[in-house]
């Protein structure tokens, strides 16, 4: 948007990729959103000093709680709030119902989400507008032997290895110690596995302790953060996703476009993307399902 000529503007709570605004070419304005409803109000008076209300066409919302400084900043020019709705199972508790505002259009990225939408949140089908999420296929483009060779050198992997990969935060709700139970109870069955972990978060601390406590360095490998995911992609045969919830997954469209066959747990996006059997497999948001699917995964 910004490089289109928009004048951008992001506010919310120090995060755990704050790093990330910090090179932005826009201005990032913090504020306590996660904090009470004195915060919240002192929250929606700092942003208003910031807000171009003369040039204002959009404000876009993922919580609920940022809906409320929205709302307030509608006051005089009254830019339109477009909602985000990424997921197809958020619990809905008796607070969320007794004010359920979503803005005044709503933004699905898939229609497990828009069907969550409509039955679940209540929200009426022509303030929805569904729009899957797209990615660059030139830059993510089939990988060739060369292209596998040469990641694999890179990670320091062989060609007879079998490799899964993991692309995404260390945090909740992405279940990433299941990837551990996966590459300790596959060593009699594919005792030449490595799993490679791209990414970092809150908790990757605890991630790296329990790797050591069960003794599973060299069979998984933990990459850190990395900007572009692509090597990672073309080292694997299989990307593992055992999220607890999860949108429509940028990581699995990516792998996919790899060539990659994903295994993933069915979460919000996963019937749009998976060829059951072909492209890949889904199991239940449980963790012997999804560690027991390992075995199961289509061959690259």
């Not at 110690?177 to 990757?204: M, N």
Request: proline share 6%.
């Amino acid at each position: 948007m910004h490089e289109l000529g928009h004048d951008v503007r992001v506010a919310g709570n120090r995060g755990s990729w704050h790093w990330l605004f910090e090179r932005a070419p826009f201005p990032y304005i913090e504020l306590p959103l996660d904090k009470g409803p004195l915060k919240m109000w002192q929250a929606s008076r700092a942003l208003r000093r910031h807000w171009p209300s003369t040039r204002s066409t959009c404000c876009t919302r993922t919580y609920r709680r940022t809906t409320l400084v929205g709302r307030r900043l509608q006051r005089g020019a009254r830019p339109p709030l477009l909602y985000t709705i990424h997921l197809s199972d958020i619990p809905l508790h008796w607070r969320a119902r007794l004010w359920p505002d979503y803005g005044d259009h709503v933004h699905v990225a898939s229609g497990e989400a828009r069907r969550w939408a409509i039955e679940t949140a209540g929200i009426a089908a022509d303030r929805i507008s569904m729009i899957p999420h797209g990615i660059h296929v030139g830059k993510f483009s089939l990988a060739d032997a060369n292209a596998k060779i040469a990641a694999r050198r890179q990670f320091g992997l062989s060609e007879g290895d079998r490799v899964a990969a993991y692309v995404g935060r260390l945090d909740r709700p992405k279940n990433e110690d299941w990837l551990l139970d996966v590459a300790d109870r596959s060593r009699a069955s594919i005792p030449g596995l490595k799993i490679l972990i791209a990414g970092t978060g809150p908790h990757e601390a605890d991630f790296l302790r329990q790797l050591r406590e069960r003794k599973l360095e060299g069979r998984v490998i933990p990459l850190g953060e990395r900007e572009d995911p692509l090597p990672v992609y073309q080292a694997a045969d299989a990307m593992l996703l055992p999220s607890q919830r999860e949108g429509f997954s940028l990581a699995t469209a990516e792998a996919m476009s790899v060539g990659l066959p994903v295994c993933r747990t069915r979460t919000a996006g996963s019937a749009e993307l998976i060829v059951e059997g072909v492209t890949g497999r889904t199991t239940a948001i449980d963790r012997e399902a999804f560690v027991s699917a390992r075995d199961r995964v289509p061959a690259r």
